[in-house]
């Protein structure tokens, strides 16, 4: 069975910082591997996610993620936060031929400060 | 856009009483997804479903909880009795196709469930 090990529960960053968000997973088979976002009080939204081709992928307010299979890794990016970026972020991923069943990591708790 | 619905977004119950959430997902998705969310971890899967049927359960605590999806669209969740425990986010979520495992999952705001 499939686990996902979000190694910080907090991030605390300044605004116009860069940050990384640290994901690892483990898994016996080919994985599918996602990113959400969850504001306070509200459901998850998706902000990318890899399935495959290139390994590094992008969203459209400018986080990126890159698979790297050697290292089991599926680590979150951003050059430069904004103040509403402060947010939950959860990584998951899905076994091939599992039915689509997403296992989520614990969350990692970003806080952007001016 | 579309959006998966959920209500209530609040509820406050007396440990021993019966529960209900109801999920709407996004019309034409056919698999449906019941999580829990306890404070300060990330979603578990409770119950799967594909179209009317459950294909995966396997977390569901079913001595107190039941899930059905009767004509294949919205859902209801039940807890019954409710137990201090069961304080949590409930969280609906969606998918369109037919139980691949590359399919987006789109979410619900939840249910906040409140056992006292």
């Known amino acids: 069975a499939q686990s996902v090990t979000q190694l910080d529960s907090q991030v605390p960053v300044f605004e116009e910082a860069p940050v990384e968000l640290r994901c690892n997973y483990s898994s016996s088979v080919s994985v599918y591997l996602f990113w959400y976002v969850q504001y306070p009080n509200q459901g998850l939204q998706l902000l990318l996610k890899y399935l495959s081709g290139s390994t590094l992928v992008e969203s459209i307010n400018g986080f990126e993620a890159e698979f790297n299979k050697s290292q089991t890794s599926f680590h979150l990016r951003k050059p430069s936060v904004h103040i509403s970026d402060t947010a939950e972020y959860f990584c998951a991923v899905s076994e091939d031929n599992a039915g689509n069943m997403l296992t989520f990591g614990g969350g990692t708790r970003l806080m952007v400060k001016p | 856009e579309a959006e998966v619905a959920q209500s209530p977004r609040y509820k406050i119950t007396e440990k021993s009483q019966a529960v209900a959430f109801w999920c709407d997902p996004i019309s034409g998705h056919a698999t449906l997804y019941w999580y829990r969310q306890i404070l300060g971890q990330g979603p578990e899967l409770l119950v799967q479903?594909?179209?009317?049927?459950?294909?995966?359960d396997s977390q569901l605590p079913k001595d107190r909880f039941s899930a059905e999806r009767l004509k294949g669209v919205d859902s209801t969740l039940k807890i019954q009795p409710a137990e201090l425990g069961d304080s949590a986010m409930y969280l609906c979520?969606?998918?369109?196709?037919?139980?691949?495992?590359?399919?987006?999952?789109?979410f619900g705001p939840g249910t906040r469930l409140t056992v006292l």
């Open positions: 479903f594909q179209d009317e049927s459950v294909v995966d």
């Open positions: 979520a969606s998918s369109f196709g037919q139980f691949l495992s590359t399919d987006t999952q789109y």
